[in-house]
């Protein structure tokens, strides 16, 4: 973990936490009480599938593929807005601008090809299987993915036993960067939201988890619109998910 930011306070250390101090700093000296997770960019690389469905629905449309790296710019706000950039070669203002009908059309060709494919390149970064396995405390992914390709993705990589529930982007009137889903987490588990650590690899992440007053933890390998995570100054960096836990 690298340039951690710690909140200037005294702390007093429970000695056998599972988190590291640099974590446990943020939540009273103790544990999180409950980590709330981002799905794609932080658990897992998706961008082959992502990509591959944008690129069927351009083809299917005639216009030109664009490719990996293009496609991993634009991921981070839910599908809809997946589509849109793609409609409009990343172009923020028209993006927001298409009628909903044009989307729409688009987004069943998307649909068809994503769900056709959404786990045949996707996988798990570095260290996020066994963070999962060792983190006993509970774990809730918060993505703007529609909830038609997360359950299943979900389901493909055998991570259902892992979280009591999972929000996603059409389960609430707002998704992230609004704090609503992390929030709506909190509550739902009754648990307090200076007891939550919030862990992202993008800007939306770090926005939500400020705006509810949650401890945050970003990624260095995600995607985040190509920007670099440590702009949006969350309190720790780090490259592997199992920077977060204790050496012990």
Known sequence: ???????????????????????????????????????????????????????????????????????????????????????????????????????????????????????????????????????SIPKIVITNKPRMFTDPLIQSLGWSGYFPFIICGDDYSERKPSPMPLIKACEKLSISLNCALMIGDSRHDIQAAKAAGIATAAVTYGYNHGEDIRTSSPDLICDNLLELLSAS
């Open 1 to 135: 973990m690298r340039s951690p930011k710690l909140r200037s306070k005294s702390v007093t250390f429970k000695p056998d936490t599972l988190f590291s101090p640099a974590v446990c700093a943020l939540t009273h000296g103790l544990d999180p009480q409950v980590v709330l997770l981002d799905l794609d960019g932080t658990l897992i690389d998706s961008v082959p599938d992502l990509a591959s469905a944008v690129d069927h629905m351009l083809v299917a449309l005639e216009r030109p593929p664009v490719g990996r790296k293009r496609v991993a710019e634009w991921i981070g706000n839910g599908a809809d807005m997946l589509v849109r950039r793609a409609l409009c070669d990343g172009d923020e203002t028209q993006a927001v601008a298409l009628l909903m009908q044009d989307v729409q059309a688009a987004r069943q060709h998307f649909d068809a090809a994503y769900l056709a494919a959404l786990h045949q390149a996707t996988g798990a970064f570095a260290g996020v299987g066994e963070f999962l396995q060792r983190v």
